[in-house]
Protein backbone atom coordinates (compact mmCIF):
# COMPACT_ATOMS: atom_id res chain seq x y z
CA UNK A 1 0.00 0.00 0.00
CA UNK A 2 2.58 2.51 1.01
CA UNK A 3 4.46 1.60 -2.00
CA UNK A 4 1.64 2.24 -4.31
CA UNK A 5 0.75 5.73 -2.26
CA UNK A 6 4.57 6.68 -2.97
CA UNK A 7 4.07 5.45 -6.92
CA UNK A 8 0.92 7.43 -7.55
CA UNK A 9 2.02 10.75 -5.53
CA UNK A 10 5.61 10.88 -5.81
CA UNK A 11 6.34 14.63 -4.24
CA UNK A 12 4.14 13.97 -1.82
CA UNK A 13 6.29 12.44 1.54
CA UNK A 14 6.56 11.51 5.09
CA UNK A 15 8.29 13.92 7.42
CA UNK A 16 8.48 11.84 10.76
CA UNK A 17 9.54 8.19 11.25
CA UNK A 18 5.76 7.21 12.30
CA UNK A 19 4.38 8.42 8.95
CA UNK A 20 1.55 10.43 10.35
CA UNK A 21 2.70 13.57 8.83
CA UNK A 22 2.63 13.72 4.73
CA UNK A 23 3.94 17.12 3.17
CA UNK A 24 4.08 18.02 -0.57
CA UNK A 25 2.46 18.01 -3.89
CA UNK A 26 -0.57 16.13 -5.71
CA UNK A 27 -0.23 16.07 -9.43
CA UNK A 28 -3.52 16.93 -10.92
CA UNK A 29 -3.40 18.59 -15.24
CA UNK A 30 0.11 18.32 -15.26
CA UNK A 31 -0.22 21.18 -12.24
CA UNK A 32 1.33 20.47 -9.12
CA UNK A 33 -1.07 21.48 -5.64
CA UNK A 34 0.74 21.67 -1.96
CA UNK A 35 -0.83 20.10 0.96
CA UNK A 36 0.12 19.08 4.50
CA UNK A 37 -1.90 16.09 6.50
CA UNK A 38 -1.48 15.04 9.83
CA UNK A 39 -2.45 11.75 11.03
CA UNK A 40 -3.39 10.49 14.26
CA UNK A 41 -0.81 7.87 15.80
CA UNK A 42 -3.51 5.17 14.76
CA UNK A 43 -3.12 6.31 11.35
CA UNK A 44 -7.39 6.65 11.35
CA UNK A 45 -8.64 9.33 8.18
CA UNK A 46 -11.68 10.02 10.49
CA UNK A 47 -9.50 12.54 13.13
CA UNK A 48 -7.18 13.44 10.02
CA UNK A 49 -6.41 17.05 9.35
CA UNK A 50 -5.95 18.41 5.90
CA UNK A 51 -3.61 21.65 5.58
CA UNK A 52 -3.78 23.15 1.81
CA UNK A 53 -1.87 26.06 0.66
CA UNK A 54 -4.32 29.17 -0.27
CA UNK A 55 -4.37 28.31 -4.21
CA UNK A 56 -5.84 24.86 -3.59
CA UNK A 57 -8.12 26.43 -0.73
CA UNK A 58 -9.15 29.17 -3.29
CA UNK A 59 -10.15 25.97 -6.11
CA UNK A 60 -11.61 24.03 -3.30
CA UNK A 61 -14.28 26.63 -2.33
CA UNK A 62 -17.39 25.40 -2.40
CA UNK A 63 -16.14 22.09 -2.37
CA UNK A 64 -14.89 21.88 1.17
CA UNK A 65 -17.60 19.49 2.78
CA UNK A 66 -17.29 17.15 -0.01
CA UNK A 67 -13.59 16.49 1.12
CA UNK A 68 -13.93 16.47 4.29
CA UNK A 69 -16.76 13.56 3.81
CA UNK A 70 -13.93 11.68 1.28
CA UNK A 71 -11.62 12.19 4.03
CA UNK A 72 -13.92 10.82 6.49
CA UNK A 73 -14.84 7.87 4.45
CA UNK A 74 -11.78 6.77 2.83
CA UNK A 75 -10.47 3.69 3.97
CA UNK A 76 -6.39 4.71 3.91
CA UNK A 77 -4.56 7.93 2.57
CA UNK A 78 -4.39 6.53 -0.85
CA UNK A 79 -8.09 5.98 -1.82
CA UNK A 80 -8.34 9.67 -0.45
CA UNK A 81 -5.92 11.10 -2.10
CA UNK A 82 -7.15 9.55 -5.50
CA UNK A 83 -10.68 11.04 -4.26
CA UNK A 84 -8.94 14.38 -3.80
CA UNK A 85 -7.58 14.27 -7.44
CA UNK A 86 -10.88 13.36 -8.78
CA UNK A 87 -12.18 16.44 -7.34
CA UNK A 88 -9.59 19.20 -8.25
CA UNK A 89 -10.28 17.15 -12.01
CA UNK A 90 -13.48 18.47 -12.09
CA UNK A 91 -13.17 22.01 -10.45
CA UNK A 92 -10.61 22.50 -12.40
CA UNK A 93 -12.49 21.71 -15.79
CA UNK A 94 -15.07 24.20 -15.12
CA UNK A 95 -12.67 26.81 -14.35
CA UNK A 96 -11.31 29.89 -16.51
CA UNK A 97 -8.08 29.43 -14.80
CA UNK A 98 -7.51 26.31 -17.59
CA UNK A 99 -8.29 28.49 -20.51
CA UNK A 100 -4.81 29.94 -21.50
CA UNK A 101 -3.39 33.29 -20.87
CA UNK A 102 -3.53 35.42 -23.97
CA UNK A 103 0.68 35.88 -24.88
CA UNK A 104 1.77 40.14 -24.48
CA UNK A 105 1.10 40.40 -27.91
CA UNK A 106 -1.98 40.04 -27.58
CA UNK A 107 -2.09 43.00 -25.50
CA UNK A 108 -0.36 45.29 -27.11
CA UNK A 109 -1.89 44.00 -30.67
CA UNK A 110 -5.43 45.43 -28.59
CA UNK A 111 -4.29 48.06 -27.98
CA UNK A 112 -3.25 49.52 -30.79
CA UNK A 113 -6.81 48.47 -32.70
CA UNK A 114 -8.38 50.74 -30.17
CA UNK A 115 -6.09 53.74 -30.68
CA UNK A 116 -7.12 53.49 -34.37
CA UNK A 117 -10.42 53.04 -34.38
CA UNK A 118 -10.91 55.30 -31.26
CA UNK A 119 -11.37 55.06 -27.88
CA UNK A 120 -14.21 57.12 -27.69
CA UNK A 121 -16.04 54.38 -29.35
CA UNK A 122 -15.27 52.33 -27.19
CA UNK A 123 -18.57 51.35 -24.06
CA UNK A 124 -16.92 48.84 -21.47
CA UNK A 125 -14.38 46.04 -21.41
CA UNK A 126 -13.88 43.40 -19.01
CA UNK A 127 -11.29 42.96 -16.84
CA UNK A 128 -10.10 39.88 -19.01
CA UNK A 129 -9.24 42.57 -21.94
CA UNK A 130 -11.26 39.83 -23.77
CA UNK A 131 -14.68 41.08 -23.88
CA UNK A 132 -15.21 44.94 -25.64
CA UNK A 133 -18.97 46.38 -26.23
CA UNK A 134 -18.07 49.41 -29.06
CA UNK A 135 -20.96 51.89 -29.14
CA UNK A 136 -22.55 52.46 -33.09
CA UNK A 137 -24.76 55.37 -34.40
CA UNK A 138 -27.02 54.95 -37.70
CA UNK A 139 -27.77 58.23 -40.02
CA UNK A 140 -30.95 58.66 -38.03
CA UNK A 141 -29.58 59.11 -34.55
CA UNK A 142 -30.39 55.91 -33.14
CA UNK A 143 -27.82 54.41 -30.45
CA UNK A 144 -26.74 50.95 -30.99
CA UNK A 145 -23.87 48.77 -29.24
CA UNK A 146 -21.64 45.63 -30.91
CA UNK A 147 -20.39 43.40 -28.29
CA UNK A 148 -17.13 41.57 -29.37
CA UNK A 149 -15.34 38.82 -27.76
CA UNK A 150 -11.86 38.25 -28.98
CA UNK A 151 -10.16 34.82 -28.40
CA UNK A 152 -6.57 34.37 -27.23
CA UNK A 153 -5.22 33.97 -30.66
CA UNK A 154 -6.46 37.58 -31.98
CA UNK A 155 -6.34 38.28 -34.19
CA UNK A 156 -5.63 34.93 -36.06
CA UNK A 157 -8.76 33.63 -34.55
CA UNK A 158 -12.35 35.06 -35.60
CA UNK A 159 -14.07 36.84 -32.48
CA UNK A 160 -17.86 36.37 -31.69
CA UNK A 161 -20.10 39.49 -32.53
CA UNK A 162 -23.65 40.01 -31.54
CA UNK A 163 -25.57 43.12 -31.32
CA UNK A 164 -29.24 43.95 -30.76
CA UNK A 165 -30.72 43.17 -34.28
CA UNK A 166 -33.27 41.16 -35.53
CA UNK A 167 -31.35 39.57 -38.68
CA UNK A 168 -28.23 37.20 -37.76
CA UNK A 169 -25.24 39.18 -37.35
CA UNK A 170 -22.88 38.30 -40.09
CA UNK A 171 -19.47 39.39 -40.21
CA UNK A 172 -16.66 38.44 -42.68
CA UNK A 173 -12.86 38.20 -40.63
CA UNK A 174 -9.76 37.39 -42.22
CA UNK A 175 -5.87 37.13 -40.44
CA UNK A 176 -5.62 40.76 -41.52
CA UNK A 177 -8.53 41.89 -40.09
CA UNK A 178 -8.63 44.22 -37.29
CA UNK A 179 -11.68 46.12 -34.68
CA UNK A 180 -12.08 48.89 -37.54
CA UNK A 181 -13.19 46.44 -40.59
CA UNK A 182 -15.35 45.01 -38.38
CA UNK A 183 -17.01 48.59 -36.57
CA UNK A 184 -17.52 49.50 -40.89
CA UNK A 185 -19.12 46.18 -41.72
CA UNK A 186 -21.32 46.50 -38.32
CA UNK A 187 -22.25 50.08 -39.75
CA UNK A 188 -23.09 49.02 -42.85
CA UNK A 189 -25.20 45.92 -41.58
CA UNK A 190 -27.04 49.22 -39.20
CA UNK A 191 -27.69 51.40 -42.40
CA UNK A 192 -29.41 48.48 -44.18
CA UNK A 193 -31.99 48.26 -41.23
CA UNK A 194 -32.79 51.47 -41.47
CA UNK A 195 -35.78 51.65 -43.32
CA UNK A 196 -37.17 49.13 -40.98
CA UNK A 197 -36.16 50.35 -37.63
CA UNK A 198 -38.32 53.77 -39.30
CA UNK A 199 -41.33 51.77 -40.29
CA UNK A 200 -41.16 50.61 -36.83
CA UNK A 201 -40.52 53.57 -35.07
CA UNK A 202 -43.57 55.42 -36.70
CA UNK A 203 -45.77 52.63 -35.43
CA UNK A 204 -44.62 53.29 -31.71
CA UNK A 205 -44.79 57.28 -32.22
CA UNK A 206 -48.23 57.35 -33.72
CA UNK A 207 -50.02 54.33 -31.90
CA UNK A 208 -50.71 52.46 -28.39
CA UNK A 209 -48.47 49.36 -28.72
CA UNK A 210 -49.43 46.66 -26.47
CA UNK A 211 -46.50 44.00 -27.25
CA UNK A 212 -43.58 43.98 -26.62
CA UNK A 213 -43.96 46.46 -23.64
CA UNK A 214 -40.45 47.87 -24.02
CA UNK A 215 -39.62 47.05 -27.99
CA UNK A 216 -35.88 46.28 -28.64
CA UNK A 217 -34.24 46.93 -31.79
CA UNK A 218 -34.70 43.18 -32.37
CA UNK A 219 -37.79 42.92 -32.25
CA UNK A 220 -40.01 42.58 -35.68
CA UNK A 221 -43.51 41.90 -33.57
CA UNK A 222 -46.15 44.91 -32.75
CA UNK A 223 -49.29 44.38 -30.98
CA UNK A 224 -51.64 47.67 -31.94
CA UNK A 225 -54.51 48.82 -30.12
CA UNK A 226 -57.47 49.43 -32.12
CA UNK A 227 -60.27 49.20 -29.49
CA UNK A 228 -60.73 48.63 -25.68
CA UNK A 229 -61.17 44.61 -27.62
CA UNK A 230 -59.75 44.44 -30.49
CA UNK A 231 -55.82 44.90 -31.87
CA UNK A 232 -53.70 43.76 -34.37
CA UNK A 233 -50.69 41.92 -34.11
CA UNK A 234 -47.95 42.72 -37.19
CA UNK A 235 -44.65 40.88 -37.93
CA UNK A 236 -42.49 42.91 -40.49
CA UNK A 237 -40.06 41.55 -42.32
CA UNK A 238 -36.52 43.44 -41.53
CA UNK A 239 -35.55 42.39 -45.25
CA UNK A 240 -38.42 43.77 -47.57
CA UNK A 241 -39.96 45.92 -44.39
CA UNK A 242 -42.78 47.61 -46.53
CA UNK A 243 -44.05 44.65 -47.74
CA UNK A 244 -47.49 43.63 -46.60
CA UNK A 245 -46.49 41.88 -42.95
CA UNK A 246 -48.03 39.14 -40.99
CA UNK A 247 -51.05 40.65 -39.75
CA UNK A 248 -52.97 38.65 -36.69
CA UNK A 249 -56.70 40.44 -35.53
CA UNK A 250 -57.56 39.98 -32.33
CA UNK A 251 -60.31 40.48 -30.10
CA UNK A 252 -63.96 39.87 -29.73
CA UNK A 253 -65.62 38.55 -33.28
CA UNK A 254 -68.01 41.17 -33.35
CA UNK A 255 -65.40 43.59 -33.53
CA UNK A 256 -63.03 41.73 -35.32
CA UNK A 257 -64.55 40.11 -38.37
CA UNK A 258 -65.62 43.27 -40.53
CA UNK A 259 -61.84 44.08 -39.99
CA UNK A 260 -60.56 40.51 -41.02
CA UNK A 261 -63.42 41.15 -44.17
CA UNK A 262 -61.90 44.60 -44.72
CA UNK A 263 -58.31 43.01 -45.12
CA UNK A 264 -59.01 40.57 -47.03
CA UNK A 265 -60.77 42.52 -49.56
CA UNK A 266 -58.17 45.83 -49.43
CA UNK A 267 -55.05 43.81 -50.07
CA UNK A 268 -54.80 44.65 -53.62
CA UNK A 269 -54.19 48.09 -52.16
CA UNK A 270 -51.24 47.97 -50.07
CA UNK A 271 -48.55 50.26 -51.69
CA UNK A 272 -44.95 48.77 -51.19
CA UNK A 273 -43.73 52.51 -51.28
CA UNK A 274 -45.78 53.37 -48.20
CA UNK A 275 -45.28 52.89 -44.45
CA UNK A 276 -46.50 49.76 -42.66
CA UNK A 277 -48.96 52.05 -40.83
CA UNK A 278 -50.31 53.88 -43.85
CA UNK A 279 -51.40 50.65 -45.31
CA UNK A 280 -52.51 49.73 -42.39
CA UNK A 281 -55.11 52.68 -42.20
CA UNK A 282 -55.96 52.37 -45.81
CA UNK A 283 -56.68 48.70 -46.14
CA UNK A 284 -58.55 48.93 -42.24
CA UNK A 285 -60.09 51.47 -43.10
CA UNK A 286 -59.46 52.77 -39.74
CA UNK A 287 -57.94 54.99 -37.57
CA UNK A 288 -55.70 53.75 -34.89
CA UNK A 289 -56.29 55.05 -31.53
CA UNK A 290 -52.67 57.06 -30.90
CA UNK A 291 -50.89 58.76 -27.84
CA UNK A 292 -52.66 62.57 -29.00
CA UNK A 293 -56.30 61.02 -29.01
CA UNK A 294 -56.27 58.34 -26.06
CA UNK A 295 -54.76 57.10 -22.97
CA UNK A 296 -52.89 53.83 -22.71
CA UNK A 297 -54.97 53.09 -19.85
CA UNK A 298 -58.21 52.64 -22.34
CA UNK A 299 -56.84 49.56 -23.71
CA UNK A 300 -55.03 48.36 -20.58
CA UNK A 301 -58.08 46.00 -19.32
CA UNK A 302 -57.81 43.64 -16.48
CA UNK A 303 -58.23 39.94 -17.17
CA UNK A 304 -61.36 38.68 -16.11
CA UNK A 305 -60.39 35.81 -14.02
CA UNK A 306 -56.82 37.34 -12.39
CA UNK A 307 -57.98 40.77 -12.28
CA UNK A 308 -54.30 42.18 -13.51
CA UNK A 309 -53.30 43.34 -17.03
CA UNK A 310 -50.30 41.65 -17.15
CA UNK A 311 -49.74 38.12 -16.14
CA UNK A 312 -45.66 37.24 -16.85
CA UNK A 313 -45.39 38.17 -20.17
CA UNK A 314 -48.81 38.02 -21.76
CA UNK A 315 -51.80 40.46 -21.59
CA UNK A 316 -55.43 39.57 -22.15
CA UNK A 317 -55.89 38.54 -25.53
CA UNK A 318 -59.06 36.64 -24.90
CA UNK A 319 -62.32 38.10 -25.24
CA UNK A 320 -65.71 36.77 -25.20
CA UNK A 321 -68.13 37.44 -28.00
CA UNK A 322 -71.45 38.57 -26.62
CA UNK A 323 -71.18 42.02 -27.63
CA UNK A 324 -72.60 42.89 -24.51
CA UNK A 325 -70.05 41.04 -22.56
CA UNK A 326 -67.17 41.43 -24.09
CA UNK A 327 -64.81 40.80 -21.08
CA UNK A 328 -61.28 40.19 -21.58
CA UNK A 329 -59.22 37.43 -20.48
CA UNK A 330 -55.78 35.99 -20.51
CA UNK A 331 -55.10 33.06 -22.58
CA UNK A 332 -53.52 31.08 -19.96
CA UNK A 333 -56.45 31.97 -17.20
CA UNK A 334 -59.49 30.93 -19.71
CA UNK A 335 -57.82 28.00 -20.34
CA UNK A 336 -57.73 26.60 -16.83
CA UNK A 337 -60.59 28.22 -15.79
CA UNK A 338 -62.85 26.26 -18.59
CA UNK A 339 -61.14 22.93 -17.54
CA UNK A 340 -61.78 22.99 -14.52
CA UNK A 341 -65.62 23.30 -14.70
CA UNK A 342 -67.40 19.92 -14.72
CA UNK A 343 -69.77 21.07 -17.38
CA UNK A 344 -66.64 22.14 -20.29
CA UNK A 345 -65.47 19.70 -22.75
CA UNK A 346 -62.20 19.27 -24.10
CA UNK A 347 -60.86 18.20 -27.76
CA UNK A 348 -56.96 18.04 -27.85
CA UNK A 349 -55.77 21.31 -26.50
CA UNK A 350 -59.04 23.36 -27.15
CA UNK A 351 -61.68 23.55 -24.54
CA UNK A 352 -65.14 24.44 -24.95
CA UNK A 353 -67.07 26.18 -21.78
CA UNK A 354 -68.95 28.79 -20.98
CA UNK A 355 -68.26 33.07 -20.37
CA UNK A 356 -67.81 33.07 -16.32
CA UNK A 357 -69.17 36.68 -16.70
CA UNK A 358 -72.59 36.03 -19.00
CA UNK A 359 -72.34 32.00 -19.38
CA UNK A 360 -72.26 32.37 -23.14
CA UNK A 361 -70.18 29.98 -25.15
CA UNK A 362 -66.95 30.07 -25.57
CA UNK A 363 -63.80 28.19 -26.46
CA UNK A 364 -59.71 28.97 -26.03
CA UNK A 365 -57.02 26.67 -27.70
CA UNK A 366 -53.81 27.07 -25.49
CA UNK A 367 -50.68 28.10 -26.79
CA UNK A 368 -52.23 29.77 -30.40
CA UNK A 369 -53.89 32.77 -31.05
CA UNK A 370 -57.88 32.64 -31.82
Not at 14 to 20: A, Y
Not at 92 to 108: A, D, N, T, V
Not at 255 to 276: A, E, G
Request: glycine share 2%; hydrophobic share 35%; net charge negative.
Amino acid sequence: MESSLVKENPLLLPFDVEKTIYDGFVTVQERDFRLRILLPPDRQLKKAKLHCSWHLRHLLRGSEHIVKQRLQQSTNLESFLLELKTILEVVLKGRSECSSIPPPQYYSQLISEMETLGWNKLLFIDTHFKTLRLTAQDSAGRQHALTVKLKSKHPAEAPECSADLPLPLALTWTQQSTLEHLYSQFLLVLESLTEFWEILDEIDLNTWVLEPEKPSRSDTMRRIAIGSNASIRVEVDPRHPKMLPECCLLGAEHIVTPLRNKLNSNMHLWNPDSSVLFNLRDVLEIEFPSPATHEKSDFSVECGICYSYRLEDAIPDQVCNDPRCGQPFHQACLYEWLRALPSSRQSFNVVFGECPYCSKPITVKMSTHT
